[in-house]
C-alpha cells in the first residue's frame, strides 16, 4: 500500500483537514512515523505469512511454537498457528508476573458509586486461578461453553480468564440483554454453566441479572445448564435453586490458587460472541485462541502504542467485542494497567469521565462517538461538567470505536478532551474481525476527522463493486478484505452455511472476506470513510441490530401485531435511531391510544431483546408501502422515516395513500 507522508501533509488535500501527530509522541511510538508504517505494509504484502508469523512469535508466548503459519486447505474456514499451543490467560497474566509485574496493578476498577480498587497481575492470577479450579470442581473443562452474564467487574474480567485457562469457551452476554436474549444464547451454545452476579449497578440503580437468568432458565431449550454460579455483587435478594445455584466466592474459597493452564491448539476456539445480521437470528461469532489474541496484543501495541506506564482506559462493556479485546485481552497481553468502570457516563454527573480521566491520570482514552456526543450536549449545557473543569493533561491518545465519528465530534474530542495535542484513533472494526482493521497509527498517520485513515499493518483492505473489481478512490463501493488476517471470525456456532454466505459469498467468487460496511477512498490521500452499512443492519449508540430481528420481535407480540417494518434514520445522539412502521390487528389507532400501543409495544421488544432495541419511533398504518407484487418498499419507509418529501417514483406503489398515515409520529 501507498501511504502518505507527513512531510506531504501541507499540500495534501485542500479541502481537507488534516492533523500531524505530534512530534514527540511520533519520536517514542512503537511505530514511529510513516516511513514505519510504510516498512511494515511492505513487509506484509511482500510475505503476508512471514509478517503475521514473525508478530506471533514475538507477542505471544506459545507452550509449542508453530511450524506452520496459515492453512488455506479448506478456505474460506482458515487456519492460524495450527500446530502451535498455548494458553490466552498465561500470556495474559503468568508471564506479566515472570517478567517482574505481579505487583503491577493489572486493574483499577472503579465501582458506579465512586469506590476504587486495585488489582496487580499477582492478584489477579490468584482470582482467576481459583475462579479456575471452581469451575473444574463442577465438571467444567477443555470445550465446554460458559456464559458470563454480568456487568463491568474484576469478577467479569476473571471468569473470562477462567474459562481461557481451563480451554473452555466463554460466551459473554451484554447485561442489558433480556431473559429471552438470554435464553437464545444459552441455547444456542449449549452451555453448561451461566456465571452471573446477584445484580448490576448503574447510575445509582440496581438492575437485576440472577432473575433473568432464572426467567430466562424457565423459558425452555436450556437444559445444558447445571449450574449457575453467581457473584455477590451489592447483596441484592435472590433465589438460589438448591442444587443449581452455587454463590460463586463459597466455591471458590478453598481452591487452591494455582491452577496449570490448560494448553491449547491455537485454533481452539476461546470465545463466541453473538452478534446481528441481516436475518433474524444473531450469530455466534467464533473466535480463534491464538490468531485472535496475536491481534489484540498487536493493535494494543500499536494502534494505542501501549506503554508500561500508561493508563489505558476502554470504556466499553465486556459484553461487546470491544471490551473483549481491549478490556479482557489485549491491554492485559501486554502487561498494562486499565480502567475497569462499573457506570455510565452520565452518574453522578456528566462529568464522569472526565473526573476519572483526572483521578486516575488516564493516558490512554478509547470511547464511542454517541458516548462523546451525549457529553458535548451536557457539557455545553453546563460549565461543571465540561472537559474544561478537569484537568485532563495526562492524555496522550484518544479513540474512537463503533460508529463513524462525524467531524464536528471529532473537533471537539480532539480540542476539549485532548487539549489539541492528542491524536484520535477512528478505529473501525467488527465483532467478526476480532481488532482493529482500518485505523490511524498515533505516532505515524496524519488524521482526518471522520476518516478512519489507512488499513493496519497486514490488512489487506479494499473497496469493489459488485463484482469484486476494485473501484477507483473517489468512487464508493464495498468494503472487503482480501486475504486472511489471524483473528478473523472462524465460523459461526454451528452454521458453517452462513459463515460461508455471509462472509464469503460467491458474488466474489468465495475470496474476499465481505465486511458488510460500503467505503469510499479519498481521491488524493487515499484515506477511508466508513459510509455506513450496506445490509439490514443498524448501529444505534454504536450498538449493532438487526431490521429483521426487531421486526420478529413487533410480530412475535402476535395479539396485536399483523405486520411489522423497521428502518434506522439518522439520530443526532445515536448515530442512528430505530423506526418502526406497524400494521395492527386491529384498526389503526390515533391520538392517546396510539401513544399507550406504542408503548406497550416498545416494552414488548424491550422483553424480546433488551431495553437498547426499542424502536424511538413507532408508527402505524393501514398497511405498509407495497410494491404491486407484495415487496415492502424499504427505500420509500428510510425517506419517510427521516421526514423528507417523497422524491422517489411511486408509481409501482400499490396504496399511497398510507404514506401519509406513516409520516405521523406516536
Ligand atoms: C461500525 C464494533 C465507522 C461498522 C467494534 C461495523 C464503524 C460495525 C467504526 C461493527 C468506525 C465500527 N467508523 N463505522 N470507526 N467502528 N463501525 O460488530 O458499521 O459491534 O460494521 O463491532 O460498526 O460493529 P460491532
Redo the contacts with the bound molecule.
Sequence with gaps: MKAIKTEETDDMSEDLKIYAPPAELVAQAHVSGMAAYDALCAEAEADHEAFWARQARELLSWKKPFTKVLNEADAPFFKWFEDGLLNASYNCLDRNIERGLGDKTALIFEADGGEVTHTSYAQLLAKTCRMANALKAIGIGKGDRVIIYISMSVEGVAAMQACARIGATHSVVFGGFSAHSLRDRIEDTGAKAVITADCQVRGGKQLPLKAIVDEALTLGGCDSVSKVLVVNRAGAKVSMTEGRDLWLAELMKDQPETCEPEWVEAEHPLFLLY?SGSTGKPKGVQHSTGGYLLHAALTTKWTFDLKADDIFWCTADIG???GHTYITYGPLALGGTEIVFEGVPTYPDAGRFWKMIQDHKVTIFYTAPTAIRSLIKAAEAKDEVHPKSYDLSSLRILG??????NPAAWEWYYQHVGGSRCPIV???????TGGHMITPLPGATPMVPGS?TLPFPGIAAAIVDETGKDVPNGQGGILVVKKPWPSMIRTIWGDPERYKKSYYPADFQGKYYL???GAIRDAKTGYFT?T??IDD?L?VS???MGTMEIESALVSCTELVAEAAVVGRPDDTTGEAICAFVVLKRPRPTGEEAKAIAKQLRDHVGKEIGPIAKPKDIRFGDNLPKTRSGKIMRRLLRQVAKGEAITQDISTLENPAILDQLSQVN
Design positions: 452478534t461487546w467485542v470491544t474512537s470505536v463503533g460508529e463513524p465519528i477512528d478505529t473501525f472494526w467488527q465483532t467478526e478512519c465486511a458488510g460496511d466508513i455506513g452499512r443492519v448501529n454504536g450498538h449493532r
